[in-house]
């Protein structure tokens, strides 16, 4: 089976501070993705990699960067932390597939709050 | 522009009664579409997938959906819903103009009762 593992289910910071989120697969998939997920808004894609050093901004990039330096490993930073950022972060993995028509694998997801 | 739409935000449904989670969708081209189910404090789990061929897909923990074309739905079925059933629920589908990313719906809160 394919492991996402997110490197804390659960996570308090202050305001202002730089927080890094981390996500480990061991399917050697080519594609990765940070979401944040609110209630009622479903899933929201922050970045996406498809291969190591490469990323895409998704739907709402703003304050957020990411890092891809191995092919196994996806890290989301929060440059400087706001409230607005609390939030539950998933990582999630896939290969791109037949026509990308693979399902994408899930972390546990990190519960983040930012005070 | 393509979207996703899952009309109730929660479905409640007596233990050994059938369940529907409904989905709708809107892109341009033929659709890739998927179910994920979410229990409490965990991260999405794949149900099923539409790509081609038959309108009726089973997938994992009884759990089957039906693709209707015409009415641009696909949606969520189960003949006898167990407890363990109640999570929220996604439907998504694949973003044409991008290879990897998929587009979602706000997802369903299934309860069911016993």
């Known amino acids: 089976d394919v492991k996402v593992t997110q490197s804390s289910r659960y996570l308090v910071k202050r305001t202002g501070e730089k927080v890094f989120l981390e996500c480990v697969q061991d399917m050697d998939h080519e594609n990765m993705f940070w979401y944040r997920q609110d209630p009622g808004l479903g899933l929201r894609l922050i970045y996406f990699?498809?291969?190591?050093?490469?990323?895409e901004k998704g739907d709402i990039p703003e304050g957020y960067s990411v890092s891809r330096e191995k092919k196994e490993r996806f890290s989301l930073i929060l440059e400087s932390a706001s409230t607005n950022q609390t939030s539950m972060y998933l990582c999630?993995?896939?290969?791109?597939?037949?026509?990308?028509?693979?399902?994408?694998?899930f972390g546990d997801g990190t519960r983040l709050s930012i005070l | 522009a393509q979207s996703v739409a899952q009309p109730e935000d929660q479905v409640n449904v007596a233990e050994g009664n059938p369940l529907t989670v409904k989905c709708t969708y809107s892109?341009?081209?033929?659709?890739?579409l998927f179910w994920y189910v979410q229990y409490p404090n965990r991260g999405l789990q794949f149900l099923l997938k539409?790509?081609?061929?038959d309108n009726l897909v089973k997938g994992s923990y009884g759990f089957e959906a039906e693709f209707n074309k015409s009415q641009t739905s696909f949606h969520l079925k189960k003949p006898s819903a167990l407890v363990s059933d109640s999570a929220l629920y996604f439907c998504a589908v694949r973003d044409m103009g991008s290879n990897y990313q998929l587009i979602w719906g706000a997802g369903t809160k299934l309860i069911i009762k016993p």
């Open positions: 892109v341009s081209g033929n659709p890739y």
């Open positions: 990699s498809y291969d190591v050093k490469m990323k």
């Open positions: 999630a993995s896939t290969t791109p597939g037949q026509g990308s028509n693979q399902p994408q694998h």
């Open positions: 539409y790509i081609t061929g």
